[in-house]
């Protein structure tokens, strides 16, 4: 998101060749014209076709779920800007992926009010909704029926969330085998626990994780943190729109009572013209770790384990895994124009809970060029199959989005990382303003791709002509031709644009999906229809989302598997595990490592099984490190091709999971 005038003048005084996106004064690039063509990467320009293919099927689909991110076009304020992040969710056990599509809010429904703090002595700004809302914007679910269509399930499941929501995240918090789905919001949070009958109850003031009325939460991340058996929450926190409005208020001489949307945000330029500032100079705030106790309610350890920073951040995406192979989960934090924080979870000599901030020391608190940059979305993957997990971050247009490939000190000794996302493929997404992302094997020939979502904050950047970029983008598509050497190239509509010289467009055709033009935010991946390939849920800013199907040729050269995990305990899906998959034999098997996560891309989650591409392997080898200090494996051998396996910690067996199936026509 935006950074403030004296941060890039300090950038620029240091040298840098590139500055980020700008709030108070343009966002780096060439104001009098004079933008270039993106520099191609022309490796691969002889590569020949493609064999990715999505087609956008938004109309067969029938998902409704339009956007309200506050008021369409010119936006007063940040939040306005953000969007929603939804969550794949098999919420009736059906076996076919539904989804959860979190909806915004406009600021006519708000009044900005005083309200005392402890003590009596002092107030804050509080934004709340007098009474009933003017304008009525609801959360939905979305059941998927199986035919390659949606239907609205939202009243008849017992939903009615009319707050302010951003992300959603899914898992089963109580082990009684239906998946729960926590909301994060625009004051207090949601969570709505599966009754196991189609219906939910919003059980969040319930548990104790409602949060602060101010708070804006944006995502939220789960796993077990202290090896209780118990999933525990991390939820992200942004800003304070009330304290902004508030100033707003004061700076324009309003008198008290004003309505919201009678004040003006755009208190910052952006290429001469006024534009709502931040995030830099906006009130940050602070995330939240929840502990589950064994009551089933949550008790807030943010203080008590060490996470919180001296000041407050503008968080975004976070996701909890073990990244260093010690059986503790930390967490990865993406921050807007902050730098990003990586928790590293030790424990004291007595046992104690104890969260450290690694991420200057790991590599990933910054990228190549040593500035802080506007981390939106983030996924986690092993992108050049070398058995360590490596994190992708997505930045702001005129930028790059961080590679941070893990290494190992002497190939075996403490993890750190090196980011490769510049010379990888930053030239290419230079002027993409980029959100949800997502590590795939689209084609399932044995690697991983990446699809970047794309879409700018600004509507005034199509009043400029040269500068590259635009309100509504195309999205990113890389496919992966060289794991081990991260050799990539851009496919799809937007690299047919600009293809490298001596390439063939035609060959970089990868679907009419790939010519979508939104101003999109998330990627939501999942194989909704079960025929083993992952297809892409596109959020997109004050319209409908985008549905695109994959479909990339199948056959003997495209075998693919599924993997879900069962264990005992409150952590029956075994969030925070480490999967290892071995494909084919001798010097040319393939090894690399999956982490079981429910928060990716951006806001939201993805499908919760693990999708395995196989190639032209009709099988694969297993190995699960189950969560815990103990780190506790399990080997699976032979698992077939064509199938989910559900791998059981138990028993040590793997059992196959009939997998209902539809073509979409």
């Not at 995502?219 to 118990?230: L, N």
């Not at 596109?538 to 075998?559: D, H, I, R």
């Amino acid at each position: 998101m935006p950074r403030t005038l004296p941060i890039l003048l300090l950038a620029f005084l240091l040298g840098m060749l590139t500055t980020f996106a700008g709030c108070g004064d343009g966002d780096g690039d060439d104001r009098d014209g004079g933008a270039s063509e993106p520099i191609v990467d022309d490796r691969y320009a002889k590569a020949g076709p493609t064999s990715i293919r999505f087609t956008d099927i938004t109309g067969k689909a029938a998902l409704g779920g339009v956007n309200h991110s506050g008021r369409e076009g010119v936006k007063e304020f940040l939040i306005e800007a953000v969007g929603p992040g939804a969550a794949w969710v098999d919420y009736d056990g059906d076996g076919l992926l539904d989804v959860y599509i979190p909806d915004g809010d406009v600021f006519s429904n708000y009044e900005l009010i005083q309200v005392e703090l402890a003590g009596g002595k002092r107030t804050r700004p509080l934004l709340r909704t007098p009474g009933a809302r003017k304008e009525v914007y609801l959360d939905g679910l979305w059941r998927n029926k199986g035919d390659g269509t949606f239907e609205d399930v939202t009243e008849k499941a017992g939903i009615h969330e009319e707050r302010w929501s951003f992300g959603a995240t899914a898992f089963d918090f109580d082990a009684d085998g239906d998946q729960d789905i926590f909301v994060s919001n625009f004051g207090p949070n949601t969570f709505w626990r599966n009754e196991g009958d189609g219906t939910f109850v919003d059980i969040a003031a319930q548990v104790g994780v409602q949060g602060d009325p101010g708070t804006w939460s944006t995502a939220a991340a789960v796993g077990d943190i202290d090896g209780d058996g118990r999933l525990d929450i991390y939820v992200a926190a942004y800003s304070d729109p009330a304290a902004e409005v508030e100033r707003m208020r004061f700076k324009q001489a309003h008198p008290i009572g004003t309505p919201v949307s009678a004040i003006s945000g755009r208190d910052c330029r952006w290429r001469g013209i006024p534009a709502y500032c931040g995030p830099i100079g906006l009130k940050g705030q602070h995330d939240t770790l929840y502990r589950q106790e064994e009551d089933g309610t949550f008790k807030d350890m943010t203080d008590a384990w060490g996470v919180r920073p001296r000041v407050g951040k503008y968080a975004f995406t976070c996701l909890m895994f073990d990244f260093n192979e010690d059986g503790l989960q930390d967490i990865y934090v993406a921050n807007d124009s902050e730098e990003n924080f990586m928790w590293q979870q030790e424990r004291t000599k007595s046992g104690g809970i104890r969260f450290r901030d690694t991420s200057d020391t790991l590599g990933i608190k910054v990228g190549n060029n040593v500035s802080a940059q506007a981390s939106m979305g983030m996924s986690v993957a092993d992108i050049d199959r070398d058995g360590r997990l490596d994190i992708f971050v997505t930045n702001f247009s005129h930028d790059y989005n961080n590679m941070y490939i893990a290494k190992r000190v002497g190939g075996t000794g403490p993890v750190y990382f090196k980011d490769r996302g510049m010379q990888t493929m930053g030239q290419q997404v230079y002027y993409d303003l980029s959100w949800g992302c997502g590590w795939y094997d689209f084609d399932n020939d044995g690697d991983l791709d990446l699809y970047v979502a794309n879409g700018h904050v600004y509507k005034e950047i199509d009043l400029f002509e040269k500068t590259g970029a635009s309100f509504a983008q195309l999205n990113a598509l890389f496919e992966c031709m060289e794991p081990g050497r991260l050799g990539f190239r851009e496919i799809g509509t937007k690299a047919q644009r600009h293809a490298a010289k001596g390439a063939n467009t035609d060959d970089l055709f990868a679907g009419d999906g790939m010519a979508v033009e939104a101003c999109s935010r998330q990627a939501a991946f999942a194989d909704f229809n079960n025929d083993g390939r992952i297809d892409i849920l596109v959020q997109n800013m004050n319209t409908k989302p985008t549905m695109l199907l994959n479909e990339s040729q199948t056959g003997p050269t495209a075998q693919w598997l599924k993997l879900s995990l069962s264990q005992a305990g409150g952590n029956r899906d075994g969030l925070g595990a480490l999967v290892d998959v071995r494909i084919g034999t001798g010097t040319a098997a393939i090894a690399h490592r999956m982490a079981v996560v429910r928060q990716r891309s951006f806001l939201g989650c993805d499908d919760p099984r693990l999708h395995v591409g196989l190639g032209r392997e009709g099988s694969c080898d297993v190995t699960v490190t189950w969560p815990g200090t103990e780190r506790a494996t399990t080997e699976f051998r032979g698992l077939a091709a064509g199938k989910h396996w559900v791998l059981d910690r138990e028993t040590g067996k793997a059992r196959e999971l009939a997998l209902p199936t539809f073509d979409v026509k």
